[in-house]
């Protein structure tokens, strides 16, 4: 048995780009630690794909710092650079999202 899911609540760091069949959004989360006598923020950036329905609802509905909840799974794709070498890139298929408080 294997589970590939993910979940995530943050903030949109851009508009959403619709291409196509095709929505993709940046999403930051930020955590807070102490170190010694300082807080220290830390923020993640996760590159999230959503299809159908669920992308033109957030293209429609979405803006830069809009507060939203996804659930997905982990996808990582092999492409080829301009100068031929690999590269990786590692997004999250959104499942679902939901649109959540916060910034407008």
Same mark, same amino acid.
């Given at each position: 048995?294997?589970?590939?899911?993910?979940?995530?609540?943050?903030?949109?760091?851009?508009?959403?780009?619709?291409? /196509?069949?095709?929505?993709?959004?940046?999403?930051?989360?930020?955590?807070?630690?102490?170190? &010694? =006598?300082? +807080?220290? =923020? #830390?923020?993640? +950036? #996760?590159?999230?794909?959503? $299809?159908? @329905?669920?992308?033109?609802?957030?293209?429609? $509905?979405? @803006?830069? &710092?809009?507060?939203? %909840?996804?659930?997905?799974?982990?996808?990582? *794709?092999? %492409? @080829? =650079? !301009?100068? /031929? *070498?690999? !590269? +990786? *890139?590692?997004?999250?298929?959104? =499942?679902?999202?939901? $649109?959540? &408080?916060? !910034?407008?």
């Amino acid at each position: 048995m294997s589970v590939n899911k993910v979940i995530l609540v943050g903030n949109l760091g851009a508009d959403p780009e619709a291409r /196509g069949p095709v929505t993709k959004i940046r999403l930051a989360t930020a955590e807070r630690k102490k170190q &010694g =006598d300082e +807080w220290v =923020d #830390h923020t993640e +950036w #996760h590159n999230i794909a959503c $299809f159908g @329905k669920t992308g033109e609802n957030v293209a429609k $509905f979405c @803006k830069k &710092g809009k507060q939203i %909840y996804v659930e997905g799974k982990i996808r990582t *794709s092999k %492409y @080829k =650079d !301009r100068e /031929g *070498s690999d !590269r +990786w *890139s590692t997004e999250v298929v959104a =499942d679902v999202v939901r $649109f959540l &408080g916060g !910034r407008e």
